[in-house]
């Protein structure tokens, strides 16, 4: 079963920042979070992964709270191709071979 | 396009039957995957390769269902005595091995419906 806990949609306005939260209370101290989207009719696609600190690449950016108990994906100008589900996963990193336990994600629509 | 490529893109097949599915990954990756994902949910783990040898199925992995990847290279998923319930998107990706996390890369799916 997935660990996570995702919110099943969320809306946002083309241009502004989207914010998706994920619960993950359950997460162990060498538990790594990552995020995956998948835009319809694809295969999902990686985003960004993180442990401790908060990480930032040219996609979004990744906020863990200090308990690491929660966690928000922020993608900062939404565009309407930012449309997808957006799965956030818990497990393990580092020399782990990476099997992906993908909850039913959230729904992000972005609207013009 | 991922790099990842999957054939064929659509089977459509009458129960009973068996089929086949191929998976070519990115040619450096020597981690590979297999994932199954239904209508309305997440994909959900069915295999893993490691260069050729096969390290872990899932439970979703009934007899039926059987992977090979012979020479580390491209993969297949065979489903024998098809039935309705495997009507799905099937997706395989890869990945690099090392000791660091590196992100999986998937590729676009083939999608089965059984009759």
């Known amino acids: 079963d997935a660990k996570t806990t995702q919110p099943p949609s969320m809306d946002c306005a083309e241009g502004r920042a989207a914010n998706l939260p994920c619960n993950h209370s359950?997460?162990?101290?060498?538990?790594?979070v990552y995020w995956y989207r998948q835009i319809h009719s694809q295969g999902p696609q990686y985003i960004i992964h993180?442990?401790?600190n908060n990480e930032t690449n040219e996609m979004a950016s990744l906020i863990i709270t200090e308990d690491r108990k929660s966690s928000t994906l922020i993608l900062p100008h939404a565009t309407l191709r930012d449309t997808a589900v957006y799965y956030c996963?818990?497990?393990?990193?580092?020399?782990?071979?990476?099997?992906?336990?993908f909850g039913q994600g959230t729904i992000l629509t972005v609207h013009p | 396009d991922t790099g990842v490529s999957q054939n064929p893109r659509h089977k459509i097949t009458k129960r009973g039957q068996n089929v086949t599915f191929r998976c070519d990954p990115i040619s450096e990756h020597n981690r590979l995957y297999w994932y199954r994902q239904t209508l309305g949910q997440g994909p959900e783990f069915l295999t893993y390769f490691q260069n050729e040898a096969q390290l872990e199925k899932s439970r979703l992995l009934s007899d039926r269902f059987s992977a090979e990847r012979p020479k580390g290279s491209f993969s297949t998923l065979e489903i024998q005595r098809t039935e309705q319930g495997d009507s799905a998107m099937y997706l395989c990706?890869?990945?690099?091995?090392?000791?660091?996390?590196?992100?999986?890369?998937f590729g676009p799916g083939t999608r089965l419906t059984v009759l």
């Open positions: 359950t997460i162990s101290g060498n538990e790594y």
């Open positions: 996963i818990v497990g393990g990193g580092g020399t782990s071979y990476g099997k992906l336990t």
């Open positions: 990706a890869s990945s690099l091995g090392g000791n660091s996390y590196n992100e999986q890369f």
């Open positions: 993180g442990l401790k």
